[in-house]
């Protein structure tokens, strides 16, 4: 998109990221940490040019709110800032202190034929969803890796997709052939046309893959809204009957193509491929089980050997490094100083004299040495941190997921 040109076709006001960056500006941190809006101020982000207009859109997301379970009070606090006509326009002189939630209900039903409302929507709905993650499961998506902002999104997927397959049923969609189409439908309107078969088509899938299992997090978190959006859509406007519920979905599908057009240029279609999400599933598994083991336990159950009772004689030059990543592997994190491992080591591998005598020159022993080597030689081809098995962390090492599927395949019994 040339923003330039947009620019000198529409006021500031419009420009995709002043917008955005207005909204959050227009934010005030409340006592308890959160963020509260003034309606009065998304009046004007919304571009509604009369109050009464706008109040009414207040008053629909009340009712929404209220039918959505919450208590109305918890959300839009009425609040008089002075007496008489209120500086920024409009009679009676009065406002809404909004939290997050309420903010999105506005956005929600403010008028879609305004531009700037579906910018206001994604907004919200995003910034809702990750506050949602934080208050729900202490989860700061910001600090996730890509890996794990796809297993979270997928997940939410997964349930966000049993939600909405309840609404389409009570809207009509009945038979698994009729939820068929109607999920067709929604892939339709985001993917430019393309059903479930053609993207899988066109990104060179397998015949059977599941298209959001190779989803990354961007992609995924486009669909996750499509999903949610939907769901709202086909409850809040009581929309009945299986053809009404599918144009529904595509409608809300095309939306999100049209903000992704806007917001970034890229198509759904065209953002990577990723490794299926299941692999990295079962990697995590796997490394979750591995931690919660006892350090002890753990060390016995992935290898007869080596145990503290028993060190075991190895070449050193050539096997230091799977007992380093061995040792690393039973850390709560993963993580472990050189020192520490110069420490831990000879526990676990017998270290003959020659090894262990003081090189003079260097006030160092022939062992200690090759364990710091695995650090200062790590550009190295054959080094464990240049394969990918280590990363070199300061003052030490950190074992990678390739280090722990290293670690459970050599050392098993």
């Excluded at 606090?77 to 326009?89: D, H, L, R, W, Y």
């Excluded at 190779?214 to 299986?242: D, V, Y």
């Excluded at 098995?389 to 459970?408: L, M, Q, R, S």
Aim: contains cysteine.
């Amino acid at each position: 998109m040339d923003i330039d040109k947009f620019d000198s076709e529409k006021n500031e006001m419009s420009s995709i990221e002043s917008l955005l960056d207005q909204f959050e500006q227009a934010g005030h941190e409340a006592p308890n940490g959160d963020k509260i809006w003034f309606a009065r101020d998304l009046q004007t982000l919304l571009g509604y040019q009369k109050w009464d207009k706008f109040e009414q859109v207040i008053e629909r997301a009340k009712t929404a709110c209220a039918t959505a379970g919450h208590p109305i009070e918890n959300h839009f606090q009425e609040v008089f800032p002075q007496a008489g006509k209120n500086p920024k326009g409009g009679r009676p002189s009065k406002d809404f202190e909004l939290d997050r939630y309420a903010s999105y209900l506005i956005a929600q039903n403010a008028s879609s034929s305004l531009r700037q409302v579906a910018f206001a929507q994604t907004y919200f709905a995003i910034q809702t969803r990750r506050q949602e993650l934080a208050d729900q499961d202490g989860v700061d998506f910001d600090t996730l890796s890509e890996n794990q902002k796809r297993l979270y999104l997928r997940n939410q997927v997964v349930a966000e997709n049993k939600r909405l397959a309840s609404a389409a049923k009570a809207a009509g969609v009945q038979t698994g052939q009729d939820f068929g189409k109607f999920q067709n439908k929604g892939y339709q309107g985001l993917y430019g046309g393309r059903g479930v078969g053609e993207i899988r088509q066109y990104k060179s899938l397998p015949g059977k893959a599941n298209i959001l299992d190779h989803m990354g997090s961007t992609e995924l978190a486009a669909n996750l809204f499509r999903i949610t959006q939907t769901e709202e859509k086909l409850r809040s406007k009581n929309i009945i009957g299986k053809e009404h519920a599918c144009n529904a979905h595509y409608e809300v599908g095309r939306k999100v193509r049209e903000t992704m057009k806007e917001l970034s240029g890229i198509m759904p279609e065209d953002l990577p491929v990723a490794e299926s999400v299941k692999k990295i599933a079962a990697a995590e598994r796997k490394q979750q089980r591995m931690r919660a083991i006892p350090a002890p336990a753990r060390i016995e159950q992935s290898s007869v050997s080596p145990k503290e009772a028993g060190p075991v004689e190895i070449d050193l030059t050539k096997d230091l490094w799977k007992y380093a990543l061995l040792i690393m592997s039973v850390r709560p994190d993963g993580v472990i100083t050189t020192s520490e491992l110069i420490d831990a080591i000879p526990k676990f591998v017998k270290l003959s004299d020659d090894h262990t005598a003081t090189n003079e020159s260097r006030k160092d022993s022939k062992f200690s040495q090759s364990v710091r080597n695995l650090k200062s030689h790590k550009t190295s081809k054959s080094n464990f941190i240049y394969q990918g098995y280590a990363e070199d962390v300061k003052g030490g090492f950190k074992i990678t997921d390739k280090g722990i599927e290293f670690v459970w395949s050599y050392f098993k019994e």
